[in-house]
T-cell receptor, first 112, second 113 residues
Framework: NAGVTQTPKFRVLKTGQSMTLLCAQD?????MYWYRQDPGMGLRLIHY???????AKGEVPDGYNVSRLKKQNFLLGLESAAPSQTSVYFC???????????FGPGTRLTVL | GENVEQHPSTLSVQEGDSAVIKCTYS??????FPWYKQELGKGPQLIID?????GEKKDQRIAVTLNKTAKHFSLHITETQPEDSAVYFC????????????FGKGTKLSVKP
């Protein structure tokens, strides 16, 4: 099992560009999450999904959109990137709310 | 909503010494408290967790203690080794409910050989 995988690993964008980060899990988990990690800020939840076709806002959702068209995939989109979105993005999945979350390796995004 | 405070933000110990990281939480309904280890360039990985029906749990050199009355829990690492150097995150949630995991801001542990 690959667990949770993220694509791409690194990306540099110019202000105003758009991009999509892909997360995939092979553990048949219902719940999936997108976090951002900034120095000294810990892990902050952007959006999450409780099942295929569902999404919900987390702590810092502004500027991001998500989709969960397939159970195994969770996409994070930036429509118009801003320098404040420079961060490391982690995807995670779990089989239940509040249970152990399995994290992907992260995507380092730089917005110039 | 739940709020988790974690201290210290950085911790440096000599190899072989013990390390203790402490967290407090605000929501008395929280009943699941995991600890994650994040090595450089990797995603966080669960190392130990505890539920509110127990006060202490051990796994080799690591242990977690929970004080529900005071609403705090701690991670203890004994006989530290250089490979223990990492960022450690505590978290709290109501297992199985609508509440997500709420993470502390992390502790960077450095173990000096």
């Amino acid at each position: 099992n690959a667990g949770v995988t993220q694509t791409p690993k690194f990306r540099v964008l110019k202000t105003g560009q758009s991009m999509t980060l892909l997360c995939a899990q092979d553990m048949n988990h219902e719940y999936m999450y997108w976090y951002r990690q900034d120095p000294g800020m810990g892990l902050r939840l952007i959006h999450y999904s409780v099942g295929e076709g569902t999404t919900a806002k987390g702590e810092v959702p502004d500027g991001y959109n998500v989709s969960r068209l397939k159970k195994q995939n969770f996409l994070l989109g930036l429509e118009s990137a801003a320098p404040s979105q420079t961060s490391v993005y982690f995807c995670a999945s779990s089989y239940n709310f509040g249970s152990e979350q399995f994290f992907g390796p992260g995507t380092r995004l730089t917005v110039l | 909503g739940e709020n988790v405070e974690q201290h210290p933000s950085t911790l440096s110990v000599q190899e072989g010494d013990s390390a203790v990281i402490k967290c407090t939480y605000s929501d008395s309904a929280s009943n699941y408290f995991p600890w994650y280890k994040q090595e450089l360039g990797k995603g966080p990985q669960l190392i130990i967790d505890i539920r509110s029906n127990v006060g202490e749990k051990k796994d080799q050199r690591i242990a977690v203690t929970l004080n529900k009355t005071a609403k705090h829990f701690s991670l203890h690492i004994t006989e530290t080794q250089p490979e223990d150097s990492a960022v450690y995150f505590c978290a709290a949630s109501m297992w199985g409910s609508q509440g997500n995991l709420i993470f502390g801001k992390g502790t960077k542990l450095s173990v000096k050989p």
